[in-house]
């Protein structure tokens, strides 16, 4: 964990990094479970729209499976230094569905575009924020709640 000697960062500092970091990010560990319960953790590439966090995989995988039954994810950013986690309901997107800005935003992004995958059937999952914590070390702890229910306490 992080220096705990320095001054804990302010909530609106901590979510102008979390912005940041959801701006310039590749990939985000994705949290999912299936019909009993099992989970499963994947990293995906993902796609920050300032709304949306946009998500691709195969219609059929686990991964793609439990987003769509259960319409419900956790998202964590790369660092165990920097803890981001993002709860988030979730919407499935068919190719045929998807704008074609955020398609090509996508593509952009992650260096690959779902739409031209030779394997499988790919679709996009639109996550909506309705939760998000973000600290530095234990230090960071009071205050880590950034969005509660959907809205920013920041």
Not at 18 to 33: I, M, P, Q
Not at 36 to 58: K, M, N, Q, Y
Request: charged fraction near 25%.
């Amino acid at each position: 964990m992080a220096d705990t000697t320095l001054e804990p960062r302010t909530g609106a500092e901590r979510k102008r990094d979390l912005l940041d970091r959801l701006r310039t990010e590749h990939d985000v560990w994705v949290a999912s479970a299936d019909r009993e319960g099992a989970p499963c953790l994947v990293p995906l590439s993902l796609h920050w729209d300032g709304t949306w966090i946009w998500l691709s995989t195969r219609y059929e995988n686990p991964t793609g499976v439990n987003l769509r039954e259960n319409g419900v994810t956790r998202l964590a950013l790369q660092s165990t230094e920097y803890v981001a986690m993002i709860d988030g309901t979730v919407e499935t997107v068919g190719q045929e569905e998807i704008a074609t800005e955020t398609a090509d935003a996508f593509a952009a992004r992650g260096g690959w575009d779902p739409r031209e995958a030779r394997r499988g059937r790919y679709v996009y999952f639109k996550v909506t924020l309705t939760g998000v914590q973000a600290f530095q070390g234990r230090h960071e702890l009071p205050g880590r709640h950034l969005m509660v229910d959907g809205d920013w306490l920041v």
